[in-house]
């Protein structure tokens, strides 16, 4: 017999109905299809159903519900294949959404990065890391950032955010903090330093920086120096430093920061 399939197709909010025998076939298996990070145990726990269970209409349709209200997709497709012998296979075909790996602040001069979080957690406000993307939640950042700059009196800065991509299921997302001098006298000595956390990896040759000297640190950020000055020592040899060994960056200005005038620090880094 012809095996055949049946696809169960919802909307966000659409009703799914299909036909199955009067007496349940019993899974022989359940495939995936589309997914990059999910697993079979995934979608079976989701689902209420693995193989050798018999097919429950009502626990398909809670599962995909349940799948749906994970956020982990932007699109769900469930098939029925029927094998003819009272037993069907499956198919769950998805589009998964992509997950954020990281978030970086850049050009935030005024306001350490550290700073900045605290301020974000003290109103509520959530920085994503791995966790499936959602821009709704990118945008309350970006406003939180723009009212804490108001707050502290750099009412001059623009915040904006992108979305860049690391994977085909991954995402890493920038926050570049543009800044001016609004004062009435220019800002000399102005020297913006950033870490590297551990599980990052610092991206060769990323740092920008308009009138800075940039160095990097590799002791936690208690000397600085040019990157090709840096040397590490292991096991009684010397070789250079190389990206995963930086711990720091540090942006040093060149010349005063001009009334009126405005500048921006940035780096590239991966999730390790």
């Known amino acids: 017999m012809t095996a055949r399939r ?15 025998a009067a007496d349940e076939p019993t899974i022989r298996d359940i495939v995936v299809d589309g997914g990059v990070t999910l697993t079979v145990d995934t979608v079976s726990y989701y689902l209420g159903l693995e193989p050798e269970d018999p097919l429950d209409r009502e626990f398909i349709i809670d599962g995909y519900r349940r799948l749906w209200d994970s956020g982990l997709f932007e699109d769900i ?13 499956l198919f769950v075909t998805v589009v998964e959404r992509p997950f954020v790996t990281t978030v970086n602040f850049e050009g935030n001069k005024k306001i350490k990065t550290s700073d900045l979080k605290d ?7 959530e920085v994503p890391r791995n966790v499936p993307l959602r821009m709704a939640q990118l945008s309350q950042i970006e406003n939180s950032v723009k009212e804490i700059y108001d707050s502290e009196g750099w009412r001059s800065a623009t ?19 543009t ?19 551990g599980d990052l990896l610092y ?17 936690g950020g208690q ?26 960056i540090r942006w040093v200005m ?3 920061l001009a009334v009126g005038a405005q500048g921006t620090a940035r780096f590239s880094a991966v999730l390790e």
């Open 223 to 248: 000397t600085f120096a040019n990157a090709s000055e840096l040397t590490v020592t292991e096991d009684g040899a010397t070789r250079s430093a190389v990206a995963a060994d930086f711990t720091h």
């Open 119 to 125: 301020k974000l957690d003290e109103r509520g406000v």
């Open 77 to 89: 497709l469930i098939e029925i294949e029927d094998h003819g012998d009272d037993t069907v296979t």
């Open 6 to 20: 049946i696809a169960l197709v919802w909307m966000l909010v659409g009703v799914a109905t299909f036909a199955i």
């Open 179 to 197: 800044f001016r001098n609004i004062g009435d006298e220019p800002a000399d000595n102005v020297v913006i330093t950033n870490p590297i956390s």
């Open 254 to 256: 060149q010349q005063e």
């Open 203 to 219: 991206v060769d040759g990323s740092a920008f920086g308009p009138g800075t000297a940039i160095q990097f640190s590799i002791d």
């Open 159 to 177: 915040v904006r955010f992108n979305v860049e991509d690391v994977s085909p299921s991954k995402k890493k997302v920038v926050y570049t903090i």
